[in-house]
């Protein structure tokens, strides 16, 4: 149901589409989030191509829709907000800085910089693997180089996810290693 209380199945795909921020899934440019999760990318293990994300499960026990939506966008690093009433979706696909920041632009000791403390070096992906007929199986993806920077080189901090659409150890793996250099703020001691 919506906020009016009418059954959302039970209007027209017209009405249905006019609840979406539809320049949000489709740009033409590529960036759009439908674009990025259909992109034919090279696989972490393996050869050829395949598609980036792909949502591959059921949808069948009773959660409220924001928790379905999250699940569903931790498969392909999205997510979602509202644009004066609609869904709008994305995906991250770029994290390079967009602004510098610097003498010349900033007023004097209003910037202020701290490493980001994260919360995890190390993470452990759980998904139903297609290849072995969807049973559990789990990715792992650890940045020693952080662990090992802040002294925990043996027991780097760990985080578990669950991924309830996520089908391929190849998609797997380049979700829990996307995610954690985002944690980690980036990949060397300069980014961090």
């Known amino acids: ?20 921020v539809l320049s949000s899934l489709i740009v033409g440019d590529g960036s759009g989030a439908a674009e990025i999760a259909a992109a034919q990318v ?14 591959q499960g059921t949808i069948a026990s009773q959660k409220p829709f924001r928790d379905w939506l999250t699940e569903v966008l931790n498969c ?28 010349g632009n900033t007023l004097f000791q209003t910037l202020k910089l701290a490493p980001i403390q994260a919360a995890f070096e190390h993470l452990v992906l759980s998904y139903a693997d297609v290849a072995y007929q969807y049973q ?21 901090l760990t985080s578990q996810m669950h991924s ?19 944690e980690l703020g980036g990949v060397t001691p300069t980014e961090w």
């Open 1 to 20: 149901r919506d906020a009016r209380g009418q059954h959302v199945c039970s209007r027209s795909i017209p009405q249905q589409l006019a609840t979406f």
């Open 76 to 103: 392909c690093l999205g997510f979602y907000t509202w644009e004066f009433g609609k869904l709008k979706l994305g995906c991250r696909i770029n994290a390079s800085a967009v602004d510098g920041y610097g003498l």
């Open 42 to 55: 090279t696989p972490i293990l393996g050869a050829g191509t395949e598609t980036q994300f792909q949502f």
């Open 136 to 156: 559990a199986n789990t990715a792992e993806y650890c940045d020693k180089s952080h662990a090992a920077y802040y002294g925990r080189a043996g027991s780097p």
């Open 164 to 182: 309830v659409g996520c089908s391929t150890l190849s998609q797997a793996l380049r979700i829990a290693a996307t995610r954690t250099r985002e």
